[in-house]
């Protein structure tokens, strides 16, 4: 079944995504759900297929710059720095949509997030498709997302029609989302771009609306079936250790190198649940560069009843 699923035919996928159908999209965050973002029926199997709610907005993924000024009806100046900055690469803007760009695809929003993902199969095929791809993470919504073409394929099955394998992610958090829609820019989802690295381009302001506006803004998110528990040290971590089944229990300190541990977050994670572990210990980084973005998606992974914070 693998074999016939995934593959690295970037025509075949072109076919498929013509005639609205579902394409597996390596990026170097995440692998991605790919649809044509101007078929409303295909984007709707998008939201079928991963039982994600219609009101999420979807990450519109294009080819260039030039082709992300086309879908927004004001291109603001924040956007053209941190596009030409940062492109291709993992960020996303949010812009004012153009009048052609599905609601469906907006959550029912005036906004649009747009990004030119950092990977060479996925600039291949949005180059030869000429149009905007909507795509987000290739896994049933809230859960863990795929880092692997093997991911996508294990949590979506033969619902996908067809699968890009374009090797392991090599970001493997999703991008950081920033709001230019405003006089000052706001990061709504911190990412592989670091927070750092966005106020060297331009100044940032405070999201002070607490709705979601973007993918990956909810609190409940990027979840195993394992009970997360996160910790600030390792010490306390292994303290509140002791008393449990060392078979079913499993230690990770993300503070030792974050760059290096961002990389295989989600993939320890699957192995946990693959493991038959049932309580996972994990000792955050620092909140600064990329471990910003590990602690929200570790926070959020742990934000349910049986997970919890320390």
Same mark, same amino acid.
């Given at each position: 079944?693998?074999?016939?699923?995934?593959?690295?035919?970037?025509?075949?996928?072109?076919?498929?995504?013509?005639?609205?159908g579902?394409?597996?999209?390596p990026?170097?965050?995440?692998?991605?759900?790919?649809?044509?973002?101007?078929q409303?029926?295909a984007? +709707?199997k998008?939201? #079928?297929? $991963?039982?994600?709610p219609? %009101?999420?907005?979807?990450?519109v !993924? =294009?080819?260039?710059?030039?082709?992300?000024?086309?879908?927004?009806?004001?291109?603001?100046?924040?956007?053209?720095l941190?596009?030409?900055?940062?492109?291709?690469?993992?960020?996303?803007?949010?812009v004012?949509k153009?009048?052609?760009?599905?609601?469906?695809?907006t959550g029912?929003?005036?906004?649009?997030?747009?990004?030119?993902?950092?990977?060479?199969?996925?600039?291949?095929?949005?180059?030869?498709?000429?149009?905007?791809? +909507?795509?987000?993470? #290739?896994? $049933?919504?809230?859960?863990? %997302?795929?880092t692997?073409?093997? !991911? =996508?394929?294990?949590?979506?099955?033969t619902s996908v029609?067809?699968?890009?394998?374009?090797?392991?992610?090599?970001?493997?958090?999703?991008?950081t989302?920033?709001?230019?829609?405003?006089?000052?820019p706001?990061?709504l989802?911190?990412?592989?771009i670091?927070?750092?690295?966005?106020?060297?381009?331009?100044a940032?302001?405070v999201?002070?609306?607490?709705?979601s506006?973007?993918?990956?803004?909810?609190?409940?998110h990027?979840?195993?079936?394992?009970?997360v528990?996160?910790?600030?040290?390792?010490a306390?971590?292994?303290?509140?250790?002791?008393?449990f089944?060392?078979a079913?229990?499993?230690v990770?300190?993300?503070?030792?190198?974050?760059?290096v541990?961002a990389s295989?977050?989600?993939?320890?994670?699957?192995q946990?649940?693959?493991?038959?572990?049932?309580?996972?210990?994990?000792?955050?980084?620092d909140?600064?560069?990329?471990?910003l973005?590990?602690?929200?998606?570790?926070?959020?992974?742990?934000?349910?009843?049986?997970?919890?914070?320390?």
């Amino acid at each position: 079944m693998s074999q016939q699923v995934i593959g690295n035919d970037v025509d075949r996928a072109l076919e498929i995504l013509r005639n609205g159908g579902l394409v597996g999209l390596p990026t170097e965050t995440v692998y991605g759900l790919a649809a044509d973002a101007s078929q409303k029926k295909a984007v +709707a199997k998008i939201f #079928a297929t $991963k039982g994600r709610p219609n %009101s999420h907005p979807l990450i519109v !993924h =294009v080819a260039s710059i030039e082709v992300a000024r086309q879908l927004c009806s004001l291109w603001p100046h924040s956007a053209e720095l941190l596009g030409s900055t940062y492109w291709p690469g993992p960020l996303s803007v949010v812009v004012n949509k153009a009048p052609d760009v599905l609601v469906e695809v907006t959550g029912g929003h005036q906004t649009v997030a747009l990004r030119v993902p950092g990977h060479v199969m996925a600039i291949e095929l949005l180059t030869h498709f000429n149009g905007g791809l +909507a795509a987000p993470s #290739a896994n $049933k919504f809230g859960k863990v %997302s795929p880092t692997t073409a093997q !991911h =996508v394929l294990d949590d979506l099955g033969t619902s996908v029609d067809y699968i890009l394998d374009g090797g392991p992610c090599a970001v493997g958090l999703e991008s950081t989302i920033v709001d230019c829609c405003g006089d000052i820019p706001v990061v709504l989802r911190p990412g592989g771009i670091t927070t750092e690295d966005i106020q060297k381009v331009v100044a940032l302001g405070v999201d002070e609306l607490g709705i979601s506006r973007a993918p990956g803004m909810l609190p409940a998110h990027y979840a195993p079936q394992c009970q997360v528990t996160l910790f600030q040290e390792l010490a306390e971590a292994m303290r509140a250790s002791e008393t449990f089944d060392a078979a079913t229990l499993r230690v990770i300190d993300a503070s030792i190198n974050p760059l290096v541990f961002a990389s295989s977050m989600y993939a320890q994670l699957r192995q946990c649940d693959i493991d038959g572990i049932k309580h996972l210990r994990v000792v955050l980084p620092d909140a600064i560069g990329i471990g910003l973005a590990i602690r929200d998606r570790l926070t959020k992974a742990a934000h349910g009843p049986k997970s919890q914070s320390r």
